[in-house]
């Protein structure tokens, strides 16, 4: 290798591995770019337990054999400058790094940087894979360290900046999208990256807020219709609720109102009352002196009625004698009255006698002449008798039709009662019939169906057809049933093998024949084909006995209580085999019916139908005979009677005729004298009137002395009309005074009474005022509802008329309340929120669509500008290797800012086109030019401190690679390029270098020095002189 004479080689053994790294002469040495490597230092990592690596400012070349060591470095790098360990593709964990038997590692990175250079110091511990982080020797953070980093713009997990081995091949899976961040992270601006994640963000945040603009404008607008159907019913409430609140306002005010009433009412009252009491306290003083004077009248009049009333005893005493001799007076003129009364009592007691007496004589006289004129009537016995026979015959036929009919009468409820009983009992096997049919119908519908078919079809068969429990037929209807046929001699009555009494010593008691009934023909075909007639039916003797019983009696078949036998012997061996068989539950034949007893009951049934029906025939014949009977009986006992009473009435006559002379001559001896009588009563009436003079003489005495006494009387009483009239004048005075003070005093009660009701009144009414407003007690009404009051009725009237009206169209609207206007307020509320967020997020959308304007310009200018520049290296550096290559910006649409990416596309051959770089199309090699070419493009924009690309000219083919290698030399090694590090196990010979190159070599082996005797010099002139040596 041909050496510079600016730098000279020399070597450093470093434990197992070491390097070889180019010292740079005492020529001024170029300043590195900040953030550059300047020194990288590893202990106990990977391959090295001690290594430095000095680096130069630009293109650093480190070449050695493949496991000595190179892509250590690498990782050293990644790792120490805050890099994580599955970006380098080795390993997932940061302690698998250390030397293997070794419990710590560590690796330190020295950074250009102005004034001071940065170490930045990992310790790596591999018991609990952590790190430990330093900072110019001082402990310190991974988040401080990773600030540090990013300062100086190094990004150890793009690509386009740090490309390790393990990952060269998925620089050309990147997505375009991907290299167009690792390019803007690389060599752009730092805002421009910055820039596109705003972009994307805001695109992001812009469409959300779109999608959410639009989302929330259908839902605003489904709130709007939503709104407008609850308007009406808000509306409706609204107008109910003015109503209820004017109902409310007025029921309110109706109580102030009463209140206010019963107030002035009470003013007025009170008014009253006290010029009612000053009223009263002067009518009191004006009564006094009338009541004085009254006092003294009444004194006076008093003496004057004692005065009077002893001459009134006085006039009494003479009076009642006065009126005892009128009462005696009166007598003597009664008992006058009384003779004379007695005297016409007797006059007109002569003269009814004498009418008695002729009115007597002339009905004697009539009934004579009725009687004479009455003929001699025949006899009327014999037809009298003739009746009487008559209806005695009348009687004993009718006694005798009443007999006929109690005794068919009875004889027709005996065969009533006799039907009733056999027709519950038909109805009793009728029910268990329909059991039957039923559990039929439920186990065999087949056979059921057949059986409903016969019964319906029973004329269209020539003989009988019996309803056996199991009848199946087959006809049109495909029912799958069994139809047998009984057989054509009848095998009912057949006569069993031996009499059943010649087993009944094994417990045997009846053949199964014996045991159910069945129709004739059915029997016939169950003896003829089971045989039923000769099985005989034991009990648990039976069973006990059972081996003996098979042996002597030789049956066939055996029935117990529980078990079926059935014996058979072999044909071939004559050996007898037995089998038995547990008897079932019944199932068919729980409910059985006697047909005999049915048949039987039909047939009384019928009779008894008959019998009742010739019954009532003869009980309708009788009663038309007692009918005929009876009109007969009343015509005779009606002639009975006509000759009854022509036989009483001439002996009425006679009798009567000789009761009333009886009567004629005792009015006749009753005969009274008048003249006596009156002789009599002058007698009495002379010496009455002699006493009634002598009482005239003593009356008229008694009155003279009356009338004196009444004279002194009058003027007595004169005296004390005057006093009286006087007193009356006073009292009337004092009266109308007093009437007018108890009306006073009434009238002033009568107020104090009412002013105390109307007080009360006043305070309960305040009261209920005060609640009904939720007022305290001592609380002014408010100026809000004296507002409202004003504008409302003032009489209690007019308010109950405005409040019944307002109830009624209040009461109009019905099936609304609070919820829907709760509903339709908070969808109000819902729509103003919405819309105020909708503005909110309109402004919002505008700002962000402004600011990606802005932010748009500010980065997608610039980042044409940048990828121009990097097309043009792309191309100039295709072109100079006779391939063409492009890079561009891929924009599927403007809009999405997350889609912009980088598209290369390259040529190598001039038979195709340009193809977009992508893992499948290019080979190896191919993509290994356009990745590294591209690296190169970028290198020239220089914003990154430094760029490491590992092994990426191993799929080159030589041209490739040594077109490469120049380029990567012409552009590295340039004034204003960043730090590069190339890694390459190999180089090709006679490659063209340059002074600001710096070659790292990197050995590894068994020989190697150790680092303290390494020394740079001494290897540099042993060289020469074996040099010299090989010349000579």
Known sequence: MAAAGKWSLGASQLGDGGSQRAVRSSAARPQFVEGSIVRVLMENFLTYDTCEVRPGPNLNMIVGANGTGKSSIVCAICLGLAGKPSFIGRADKVGLFVKQGCLKGVVEVELAKTPD???????????????????????????????????????VDNLCQFLPQDRVGEFAKLSKIELLEATEKSVGPPEMYQFHCELKNFREKERELENLFRDKTNSLEKMRQRLERYKQDVERYHERKRHLDLIEMLERKRPWVEYENVRQQHEEVKQSRDQAKEELKNLKEMQFPVKKKIQETEEYFKNLDIKIRDKASEIKDVSQKCKQKQDALEMKDKQIEEIHQALRMKKDEEMDRQVKIHNTQKMIEEWKNELSTMAVSADLQPQTDAVNNELKKLQEERANIDSDISDLTAEKMNQKREEKRITERLGQLNNIMNMKEENLKGKFRDTHSALMWLRNNKDKFKKKVCEPMMLEMRDHQKLRVNAVCAPAESRAESLPSRPIEELHRYGFFSYLRELFDAP?????????QYHVHDVPVGTEKTRNMIERVIQETKL???????????????????????????????????????TDERRQLENEQQDINNTLKSLDMHLTTLFETQKHLEHRDNELRQQKKELLERGNRRRQLESKIGVKYDSLRQLEEDAISLEDEYQQANV????????????????????????????????????????????????????????????????????????RLLTENCKELLKKAQQVCKLSPDQRLPKEFQTAFQALPTTLEEIDAFLNEEKTRASCFTGLNASVVEEYNKQIEEIQQLTEYLEEKKKELDNYKQNISQVKERWLNPLKKLIEQINGKFSNF??????????????????????????????????????????????????????????????ELNRCPFRVVDEINQGMDPMNERRVFELVVKTACKESTSQYFFITPKLLQNLTYNDKMTVLFVYNGPFMLEANKWNLKSFCRRRRRLGRMDEQ
Request: proline share 1%; net charge neutral; aromatic share 6%.
């Open 520 to 528: 004739h023909p059915v029997m016939s075909y169950l003896c003829s």
């Open 684 to 755: 009495k009436i002379k010496e009455i009137n002699t006493q009634k003079a002598r009482l005239v003489t003593e009356l008229m005495h008694h009155i003279k002395n009356c009338i004196s006494l009444n004279i002194l009387k009058a003027d007595l009483v004169l005296q004390s009309t005057t006093v009286a009239a006087e007193k009356n004048r006073l009292e009337s005075e004092c009266n109308e005074g007093s009437v007018q003070l108890r009306a006073a005093e009434q009238r002033f009660c009568e107020l104090d009474e009412r002013k």
């Open 878 to 939: 295709f072109s100079s290797m006779q391939c063409v290559g492009e890079v561009d910006l891929h924009v599927e649409n403007e809009e999405e800012y997350d889609k912009y990416g980088i598209r290369i596309r390259v040529k190598f051959h001039r038979s195709t086109e340009l193809h977009e770089l992508t893992p499948y199309h290019q080979s190896g090699g191919e993509k290994s030019v356009s990745t590294m070419l591209y690296l190169m493009a970028l290198q």
């Open 556 to 594: 066939r078949q055996i029935y117990t209580a529980e078990e079926k036998y059935i014996v058979k012997v072999s044909a071939y061996t004559n050996l007898t085999f037995t089998t038995n068989t547990s008897l079932r539950e019944a199932q068919f034949l729980t409910s059985s019916v006697d």
């Open 117 to 155: 250079n940065i170490i930045i110091t990992r310790e790596i511990q591999v018991v609990n894979n952590t790190s430990t982080w330093f900072i110019n020797r001082k402990p310190t953070t991974l988040k401080t360290v990773e600030e540090q980093i990013a300062a100086l713009n190094i990004q």
